[in-house]
């Protein structure tokens, strides 16, 4: 009778591993996930996934907005959007499960420039498409068919050369500057540009000094935090450049806290990156110097390279977009135009 119950426990657990675990095989100790079959998407559109770097900015926002008004069904495209949560490994799966779903095209806006070889290499295998946008990664050109976006060393070239401007019309232009930095994500591209593209200006000054660089990661709540930590350490300096503009909001509310003045009128010098709606109401209320442009509305650029290799044109492996700086000397003549 023992015998009997035995081997009925063994025959049940063996039927319920096979019934209930259809997502998975056993191979020795090796266990095999199997995914869903390949997604049948209408042949009608041209199904492209794209995969986001999360929510950590009102730029970023608007640069998802973008891509839903630009890849419509009325258009021919079937957008599979994909958050990646300002998670670096959230967004390489999410490549692979594209990948195994074989849409058309992936776009890839990536966090970090680091860890995207291994899954570049496989949609390449797999004959899908790439395009890589915003910002840039490590892996070799031949991985991808084009990346499309902003000078980001050129940004923050030009935000030196909007403070050297300024400087020489109120006659500082040999004043002693103490310099503090909101640095983005580390890894990102767009940070890696702005920071290098500042250095290399501040370098030619020898009268300038950077007091402080800290990372925000691009974040409002950050850069308040952050900016709060730098002014028990720093009290007094005379630029605080952002690279972007929602850690200058966060940082500004930081200095509004510590009773530390800013903008046009006097005190801190404020420059910051992106060039919001906000970030211009912030020039009319005289509290920021100067936005220098990072252009979110990419997905138009995308669309057309999607074009171009539908019809066998050849892609430019670069694109850039144009890109303005606003200063409180202009912000009026853009301000009401500004959408996002
Ligand atoms: O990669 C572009 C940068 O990312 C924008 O400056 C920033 O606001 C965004 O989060």
Redesign the pocket.
């Known amino acids: 009778m023992k015998k009997f119950s035995l081997c009925l426990t063994i025959c049940i657990l063996g039927i319920l591993l096979l019934a209930g675990c259809g997502q998975t095989q056993t191979s020795g100790k090796e266990k095999v996930l199997e995914r869903a079959p390949q997604a049948q998407y209408d042949d009608a559109y041209i199904t492209v996934g794209f995969v986001q770097?999360g929510k950590?900015?009102?730029?970023?926002d608007a640069?998802t907005n973008d891509y839903f008004t630009v890849f419509t069904k009325e258009e021919g495209y079937n957008l599979i959007y994909v958050d990646g949560n300002s998670d670096s490994d959230r967004q390489v799966k999410a490549v692979y499960d594209l990948i195994a779903q074989g849409v058309d095209y992936i776009i890839i806006?990536p966090i970090v420039e680091d860890g995207w070889e291994e899954a570049l290499c496989l949609a390449k295998e797999k004959g899908i498409p790439v395009l890589i946008v915003?910002?840039k990664v490590s892996a070799d050109p031949s991985l991808y068919k084009c990346w499309i976006?902003?000078d980001?060393n050129g940004e923050g070239r030009k935000a030196i050369n909007f403070l050297e401007e300024y400087l020489e019309k109120s006659g500082r232009e040999n004043d002693k500057l103490n310099i503090v930095i909101l640095e983005?994500?580390k890894g990102?591209?767009?940070?890696i540009g702005?920071t290098e593209g500042l250095k290399s200006e501040i370098e030619k000054h020898p009268n300038w000094k950077i007091a402080a660089m800290e990372c925000a990661n691009?974040?409002q709540g950050e850069g308040n935090v952050v900016m709060e930590e730098i002014l028990k350490k720093h009290p007094k300096f005379d630029v605080l450049i952002s690279?972007?503009?929602?850690m200058m909001f966060g940082a500004m509310n930081a200095m509004d806290q510590a009773g530390v003045g800013y903008g046009v009128d006097g005190g801190v010098i404020t420059i910051s990156?992106?060039a919001?709606r906000e970030a211009f109401v912030k020039m009319d209320e005289g509290k920021l110097c100067a936005s220098v442009e990072?252009n979110?509305l990419i997905a138009k650029y995308a669309r057309k390279a999607i074009e171009d290799m539908e019809s066998g044109k050849a892609v430019a492996a670069d694109i850039y977009i144009p890109e303005k700086v606003f200063t409180y000397e202009n912000y009026a003549d853009y301000m009401d135009s500004r959408k996002y």
Not at 188 to 191: F, L, N, P, R, V
Not at 243 to 246: I, Q
């Open positions: 770097t950590e900015s009102d730029w970023r640069n806006d915003d910002r976006g902003s980001f983005g994500t990102a591209t767009a940070a702005r691009f974040t690279e972007n503009d929602n990156f992106d919001l990072c979110p």
